[in-house]
């Protein structure tokens, strides 16, 4: 149980165009879902929270017109990162919590496998 | 702002060694702390998630311990094996967040 699939796993993008990201919970409802961003050697870093129905939360220092996060049921969020360019090219990773373990410390994140995006 | 460091970034062993992964945080106020296992171009595996107000984890040879007071953790793997080659991530989960902040990580290669 507990699977989170991304697709797909590998894009490459010319400068310019736009990229869409799909995040789903295979067995499991997931209220929030979270992006993360991985640069070469570097940790994951939380870009946005994504929440069902209502708009995402952004951290500090993302650009929200840039990466716009739809999370319009209950089982998929996307990722669409706008105007692609060069230092946007790294590795997304999404994270879904199970809509029945709710918000308290004891909840898991379950991770997807990611996606590698290289923008030429 | 919590800061997670893993010591060391990398690490090269013989097959059969008994190792330690070292994890440290800044803010003591966490939920849990995780760690996961990433594979070169892959995404997370979670390895044991240790709560609050757990002292350890353990999974098989894995073996997690967190001492908030110190702010400190580490994973011990014992008997290790090539196929335990991987990137190891440390992960601190927030008090009254869902956020994790994660560590570098600590790349760990296993010869045979």
């Known amino acids: 149980g507990a699977v989170v699939s991304q697709h797909p796993s590998r894009v490459i993008c010319k400068s310019g165009t736009s990229v869409k990201i799909e995040c789903r919970s295979l067995d499991f409802q997931a209220t929030t879902m979270f992006w993360y961003r991985q640069f070469p050697k570097q940790s994951l870093m939380l870009m946005a929270t994504?929440?069902?129905?209502?708009?995402?939360?952004?951290e500090q220092g993302v650009e929200k017109d840039k990466f716009l996060i739809n999370h319009a049921s209950l089982t998929l969020s996307t990722l669409t990162v706008t105007s692609a360019h060069p230092e946007d090219s790294s590795f997304y990773i999404c994270s879904a919590r199970d809509r029945g373990s709710g918000s308290g410390k004891y909840n898991e994140q379950f991770f997807g496998p990611g996606t590698r995006l290289t923008v030429l | 702002k919590q800061e997670v460091t893993q010591i060391p970034a990398a690490l090269s062993v013989p097959e059969g060694e008994n190792l330690v992964l070292n994890c440290s945080f800044t803010?003591?106020?966490?939920?849990?702390l995780q760690w996961f296992r990433q594979d070169p171009g892959k995404g997370l595996t979670s390895l044991l998630l240790?709560?609050?107000?757990?002292r350890e984890q353990t999974s098989g040879r894995l073996n997690a311990s967190l001492d908030k007071s110190s702010g400190r953790s580490t994973l011990y793997i014992a008997a290790s094996q090539p196929g335990d080659s991987a990137t190891y991530l440390c992960?601190?989960?927030?008090?009254?967040?869902?956020?994790?902040?994660f560590g570098k990580g600590t790349k760990l290669t296993v010869n045979p």
């Open positions: 240790i709560q609050s107000s757990q």
């Open positions: 803010d003591s106020a966490i939920y849990n």
């Open positions: 992960a601190a989960r927030q008090g009254g967040s869902e956020k994790l902040v």
């Open positions: 994504s929440n069902e129905g209502s708009k995402a939360t952004y």
